[in-house]
């Protein structure tokens, strides 16, 4: 990763380059890249994001874990991370560190039960904000940082690309006070008969069939068993895990048939998807059942008869009475999808063209989803819903609030809030009968994004955006259809709770993400998704003795084919006294991930300024508590240190406070913001980083090993990453910048005709096509290297994490389209934007209000 960019950059000169420029600045930007890095002691193995996750063995990429035992081999003097600190202003964050792995964990000698190197949680499942934990609450109060955990509970959307562990015997030992399940860390007493609880210390019995197979009927081994050696693993559960009989998986789709989505393509693009999608669906067990209604002014009901019944054809029941929305006999609304295949298959086909001839406008949304709900309430599932319009009549119906004046004052809160309190109160009763709800939103006029969003938000469901979305324009469609039949295929868990046990003296105290809290230690989710990941605030009640604590989250869920599993994440973290220790394993990312679910919540709750006040205010706080407690006051000019591990922190807060949802500006949609917040409450850490801190790389003059596949893995390898500076940007140069949601292909001004003819298949920069596109696929090497980043860089697998999400590509020309280019620039966090200051205004800001 970190190459010596001199050489390949003067290899790349032939072609590219205006014989004028030399790169020079550009090597040394390579070369020097690799300094800050080198200069971090060892914090585990620095693992570029282009080394492969081996995704077949789910377990393998352990990061800084794999090295856990080390403190046994050449234990130093306290165990513990050393402070390294670094001053934010002659030594600059450097975005290469952002894929360092956070803070190693470690834990003293012996700790687990088993010395297997997955005795602890990988950091994709769960990282910790603090990798070291204070012992009191004081000490906790005075290092100004919080303590929570981000979990992600699934790192793919199908379990056969990272597999976990499992326990098929259905011997599960709990602990009989706390609940907790066995696992590593626990201790073993009287000659392996009993074992203490590593949560409360109660001494509990090892049951008769730990060590006995009975499949086999014979003993096994106890220190084979995958919950001694794995943190993180599923129990298969009897029958007392389940309040009733796993039900099938249900899929109920509500699309809307008004004028805006028949002539913008999405029923007939969606219908066509879901047609091509239905060998995705999970039905491993054929009992999977699958539904379908539309509406517009009225709502439609499709009865499909079995195959092979007298008549295969699809029958339309419409119902006008929206206030009472009664229910046709269900039998037919809701088939297996493998008995009714043919005819679903046949009403699929047929659907757009029932349609095609509409001019009614209405949209009766709000009826559409009490009918569904009451239609699968009986054995819960999901309710997804495509819709290109604003839900105007009937039940839930919304107005068109959005006021271009308010945007970017006081009064812009407002419209971020529910216009309804139907949208709530409705999603609660959803989550009481199971029922979750996923709305594709897909609107080119306003759309109230933040009044359906809380459909998704309390049933563990998503909102999906597609501002301005067309099918006829092909990228549109072809990104809808592979999202789509992604999301269909996703192996998503039922009738799920998550609850989150700790060490005594600790305790859940708030919970962030989508789902409802249904008590004080329970979240519900009527469907688990595997692209979203929540975070848990801890706090510390009493004084803590022991040498490290353990938290253990556990989801009990049905999967997508009837069995009840438990899916078991355990955590160990030393303790500490000394805040030093603190500070020196604090996880930058984890970190910026909780205030980015507590900045929504606060957006949500009093506004964006106050969100954004916060999180300066918050930056300015630690900043000046590690000032003051750590360096001892007496720091140099600069005046504003952190240590190597928190360098990044004003950067990404800077990021935050200048993402979409948040930053202070009167050119953003309400629908486009509360998108956004959508996102910075549910992505998974690796994902929420890169929409901070987009990723952002150099293409005219990529090393030679950029862009294709590393010998070793197979993997395509990516340039080295910049830093978001205009600064970087050089007027012949062509650049990528990757959010995760979006791509932008930036051709500058002076972009040489023989870079322009590899790339785009023409040597003219006029002719060139901007905005939303796609690169030509050209018969030469440049061409290949410069498609294959671009794809690699939306690899989520590679990534440690499950997403459906497929960014869209827009070629941007510095002198071309002044809006594209300066939405191009708003993502370049560095630098001064719309009405964001730069890093340097910033890093100067921060050091004024630190110092005085």
Known sequence: MEHDGGSAAHKKKRAYAAQAYDFGANAGLAAGAAQPVAAIPATGMPQSPQEPLAAQFGQMNLGPQSVQQAPQMQPPPQHLNQLYPTDLVTQPFNVMELDLPPPQINLPPNTSATPSPYANCPPKFVRSTLNTVPTTHSLLKKSRLPFALVIQPYTSLHDAEDPVPVVPDQVISRCRRCRAYINPFVTFLDHGHRWRCNMCNLTNDVPQAFDWDSAAQKSVDRWQRPELNHAVCEFVAPQEYMVRPPQPLVYLFLFDVSYAAVTNGLLATSARCILESLDRIPNADRRTRIGFMAVDSSLHYFSIPRDGSESNEPNMLVVSDLDEPFLPTPTDLLVNLSESRANVENFLEKLQSMFQDTQIAASAMGSALRAGHKLISPVGGKITVLTASLPNVGYGKLEMREDKKMLGTSKEGSLLQTANSFYKSFAVECSKNQVSIDMFLFSSQYQDVATLSNLPRYTGGQTYFYPG????????????????SDYLSAEIGLEAVLRVRATTGLRMSTFYGNFFNRSSDLCAFPAFPRDQSYVVEV???????????????????????????????????????????????????????????????????????????ALQAKVIE????????LAGGNMGGGGLQLPHNLRALPVLFLGLIKNVGLRKSAQI???????????????????????IYPKFFSLHDMPDNAGVPDPATGEILLPPPCNLSSERIVPYGLYLIDDGVNQFVWIGRDAVPALLLDVFGMDDRAAIKQGKTSLPVLENEFNERVRAVIEKSKDHRAKGVGSIVVPTLYVIKEDGDPSLKLWAQTLLVEDRADQGVSLQQWMGMLREKVVQ
């Open 469 to 484: 979305w067309n099918a006829a324009r092909s990228e549109d469609a072809i990104k809808f259809a592979r999202e789509f």
């Open 669 to 691: 949609p309400s629908d486009l913001r509360s998108a956004a917040l959508c996102l910075l409450s549910t992505l998974p850490l690796p994902l929420m980083i890169q929409y």
């Open 622 to 629: 630690i900043l000046q508590t590690y000032r003051k407690e």
């Open 539 to 613: 706090a510390i009640d009493e004084t803590i003795t022991k040498p490290y604590v353990c938290m253990q989250a556990a989801v009990l869920h049905t999967t997508c084919n009837g069995e009840r599993r438990i899916r078991v994440l355990t955590l160990a973290l030393p303790t500490t006294e000394t805040l030093a220790n603190i500070y020196a394993s604090a996880d930058q990312a984890a970190i910026t991930v909780y205030f980015s679910h507590k900045a929504v919540e606060r957006a949500l709750g009093s506004g964006l300024e106050a969100a954004r006040d």
